[in-house]
């Protein structure tokens, strides 16, 4: 599998991501905690991009890629990390018609019969967790697995565009988004940790984690790569073992084995029919 180099990085850092965003929107407004992110990402990438330009394209991209952020970071204000994660994890499911719409990507039935199973394995894992969490909260983490299906098939669409160029661009303009909603959450006490949540989600949670995202997008159909997702709940299981000592009750074993059973079945032979594919 030519994606696994770039999976592994992504799922390490995808499972700390939840923890030390939760951190910071704990002690922040999301909207500051956020557009940080997206600057110090953007002045990271900023040397190693080839070529900026801005189109509509980019526009379109930043307005997906802020707005999936901004419902997410308000919606860890309501749920744990480990809920947000369960919740987040709907994606695939919303990505698979979305890539046909958008892209024209026919999903085999392999890839189907992948994310469904997959997706249910989501359901079962996060059973035991799901508990005392708001509906507000459940519905904006929702909202945001919209949106991040949305920008990762417009990556999709951007496929022959430079990577880094792209969210050099995507962090600015989503950046300065992510200001308007300042003024309706001025909140601003951080403490000493804040210095490492806001470096963490700005250069491995967000440079470094949508370019492995982009360029996993750019190798492979998005149904394909979506499925493999599920991957971070399944660590997120295997990193609580060792650090938390904690034990996974029966229905997270079932949830894993499931999601892992979707991964499997989607990477089996059977590929994708793709009626058209348009660019921009």
Known sequence: ???????????????????????????????????????????????????????????????MTSTSTALWAYGLIYVSPAESAILSY????????????????????????????????VILYGMPLMHGFTLFGAILTI???????????????????????????????????????IPFDTRFDPGLSFVADVLWMALLGGSVQFILWNVMIKMSSVNKITVLAFSVPIFTMILSIFIDHEIPNIMEIAGVIVMFTGIFLSRLKGGISVVKETST
Request: aromatic residues 18%; positive net charge.
């Open 1 to 63: 599998m030519k994606e696994i180099k770039y999976l592994i990085p992504y799922v390490l850092i995808s499972s700390f991501s939840y923890y030390f965003a939760k951190n910071g929107v704990d002690q922040v407004s999301p909207a500051i905690f956020m557009s940080m992110r997206y600057f110090i990402a953007g002045l990271t990438l900023l040397p190693f991009a080839k070529h900026l330009k801005f189109s509509w394209s980019i526009l379109i991209l930043s307005i």
């Open 90 to 121: 709907s994606m695939p499911v919303f990505s698979l018609p979305i890539a046909f719409l958008m892209v024209k990507e026919k999903p085999s039935a392999i890839e189907i019969a992948g994310i469904s199973i997959g997706f249910a394995g």
């Open 143 to 181: 909202a945001n697995a919209v949106f991040w299906a949305l920008f990762t098939v417009y990556y999709r669409k951007l496929k022959e565009e430079d990577p880094v160029s792209i969210n050099t661009m995507q962090f600015f303009i989503g950046g300065a988004i992510l200001l308007a909603y």
